[in-house]
């Protein structure tokens, strides 16, 4: 899915690693990890989400000229070599609430992207009122694309709000083809991440499906678990399991085992009856078919809803021998290892 990079402007004290934090984990903090491009440009690439930040500092000083000019080189570059995972691909302008002033900083930089065609979505951040500077923002940003009202974390007697509606303006915002990228690194909002998971599980279920139905003794059951795993693993990496590449292959391909429990019996009869010429090779394909469709789909509709129940009761995805020891221990009492997937 490649990565999605943000753009992250704003001045010094607006909260910016706050709302980073909020939206895609501590281990994501603007810190002092990033790798510096200029003075005032940073890139956070975090090794295992796919997401990428660039962050500007220096909006408020009076001479911002100099940090506008890296940017723009910074977008050029991009853009030049040609490769979709090095552009920018949204900013978003960080304005604390209770300032209640654009800066010429700032207009500068939203105007900087649209003529590089980045949307931009200005993020009123610590929105504590007073409610109507949205409206002056709005009149003063009139090349932003949209605008949220923020506050990423308790202030006084005020719960946190706002977060989905960034989730949703991002999606709407960003590129088709990275906003996939998006949903995967941030973790707001789980219901978006089981959208795309339940996807990835009835595509792998066609394919298992088509790959049981050919009339070849035994010539499926590679196939087959070769599109497991990668059902398993698209699913982990569409829910934002941390892992790198080689852990999550083998974690993928070890909790594809478990179809073999489930289905594994079934499976075998209809290769047998593969071997039977004629008819009874055709009724076999048909067989393994039908079993091999709902099987893998109840794998990959077990493993994401176990994704599911483990954050809403810890607030993270599990990762390592917590993944794989928790989800056999799920897999062992779940009650539809077989599930048709839904009609197109």
């Known amino acids: 899915m490649g990565r999605v990079n943000i753009l992250i402007a704003g001045k010094t004290g607006v909260g910016k690693s706050t709302l980073v934090n909020a939206v895609f984990g501590e281990q994501v903090a603007l810190t002092g990890m990033g790798r510096p491009v200029t003075q005032d440009i940073s890139w956070y690439e975090p090794p295992q989400l796919p997401l990428r930040l660039c962050d500007t500092k220096g909006l408020e000083m009076a001479d911002f000229s100099a ?94 709000f706002g977060l989905d509606a960034l989730i949703q303006a991002t999606e709407r915002l960003l590129p088709e083809a990275r906003q996939a990228a998006f949903i995967a690194a941030q973790r707001v909002d789980v219901e978006r991440k089981r959208k795309r998971a339940m996807k990835i599980a009835a595509g792998a279920a066609a394919s298992a499906a088509g790959a049981a139905a050919v009339p070849i003794p035994l010539a499926d059951a590679a196939g087959i678990f070769a599109i497991n795993v990668g059902m398993v693993a698209g699913i982990a990496v569409a829910m934002g399991v941390s892992m790198d590449r080689d852990s999550m292959i083998a974690m993928a391909a070890s909790l594809a085992g478990a179809l073999a429990t489930s289905a594994g019996g079934r499976m075998i009869a209809g290769q047998v009856l593969k071997l039977v010429p004629g008819i009874g090779s055709l009724a076999g394909g048909a067989i393994t078919a039908a079993v091999a469709g709902s099987a893998t789909y109840g794998l990959g509709y077990g493993f994401t809803e176990y994704l599911c129940r483990f954050h809403a009761a810890k607030g993270h995805m599990p990762a390592g021998d917590e993944l794989r020891e928790g989800f056999r221990k799920f897999w062992e009492s779940w009650g539809e290892k077989e599930k048709a997937p839904p009609k197109a």
């Open 67 to 160: 940090t506008l000019g890296a940017l723009e080189a910074e977008i050029e570059k991009g853009n030049a070599s040609g490769d979709f995972d090095r552009r920018l691909h949204i900013l978003w302008l960080c304005i604390a609430e209770p300032g209640a002033r654009v800066e010429a900083g700032e207009r500068a930089v939203v105007e900087l992207c649209a003529r590089h065609g980045i949307p931009a979505l200005v993020i009123l951040t610590k929105a504590i009122g007073p409610r109507a500077f949205e409206e002056v923002a709005r009149r003063e940003l009139p090349a932003a694309r949209a605008f949220v009202r923020v506050l990423a974390e308790n202030w006084d007697d005020r719960a946190p």
